[in-house]
């Protein structure tokens, strides 16, 4: 487990990330984290939840995610993400949080959206 919220880390998740495959939660909210989400992080099949809320991080959510089988929650609220979630990535998670000012979520029925 990677649980490092609130411990002010700074810069950009490295694409290293995906060389963790027995990663199982990455909680790395309320940091100052920032840049995009890397495609990496698709390739930890092992993860359960990720947790990245109240961060500076922007661009799309990779589409590589859906590859992660037992992703469980998925917290993005509080960033700068821009797109769309899949609906295959929808369908697979039991929390979806998101801020749908920024970020289109096609399945509501998972989905929290958070107000900005």
């Given amino acids: 487990d990677f649980l490092a919220a609130g411990n002010h880390l700074t810069g950009s ?6 060389k963790l495959t027995k990663l199982r939660n990455f909680v790395v909210g309320k940091n100052e984290l920032s840049g995009t989400l890397p495609t990496e992080l698709g390739s930890c099949s092992s993860l359960e939840v990720i947790s990245l809320l109240q961060n500076s991080i922007t661009g799309t959510v990779p589409i590589e995610l859906k590859n992660i089988p037992n ?3 998925l917290i993005l609220s509080e960033n700068y993400f821009t797109g ?5 990535q929808c369908k697979r998670v039991s929390i979806l949080e998101v801020d749908c000012s920024y970020l289109l979520c096609p399945c509501e029925e998972n989905c929290r959206c958070t107000p900005i």
Avoid: F, N
Avoid at 13 to 18: A, L, M, N, R, V
């Fill in 13 to 18: 998740i490295p694409s290293e990330i995906g």
């Fill in 71 to 73: 992703l469980d929650q």
């Fill in 84 to 88: 769309a979630i899949s609906k295959e």
